[in-house]
């Protein structure tokens, strides 16, 4: 998100890069696609947090999400309790997405 900002805003400021003519076309990710995904790895995010902290509530957390991981951490170690496959499965989706798009974006 932040490299679409930073674009929009100083677009007109920025300094022409040498083209260099390899015979590789670059690889455009739409902006939309982007912000898109992006929005899907946040909603990812809230639903983890949102089950890592039903998780630490299960081991005796009163304190709120000041301690949501001290607790969390104490269920983990109970065979049974993770945060859903699913879970996994979007953070995953995630870093693999992050890596994808490091590796377009600042070629």
Do not use: C, D
């Not at 992006?38 to 509530?57: C, F, H, N, R």
């Not at 999400?65 to 979007?90: D, V």
């Amino acid at each position: 998100m932040g490299e679409i900002l930073i674009s929009a805003a100083f677009e007109k400021h920025a300094v022409p890069k040498r083209k260099q003519n390899r015979g590789i076309s670059r690889i455009e990710i739409p902006q939309t696609i982007v912000i898109v995904i992006v929005l899907g790895m946040v909603a990812g995010l809230a639903v983890m947090i949102k089950q890592t902290y039903e998780i630490s509530l299960l081991a005796g957390n009163t304190n709120g999400l000041a301690s949501m991981l001290e607790y969390a951490r104490k269920m983990y170690i109970i065979p049974g309790y993770t945060i859903g496959k699913a879970s996994i499965h979007i953070s995953l989706l995630g870093k693999a997405f992050s890596a994808v798009f490091f590796i377009f974006l600042y070629q």
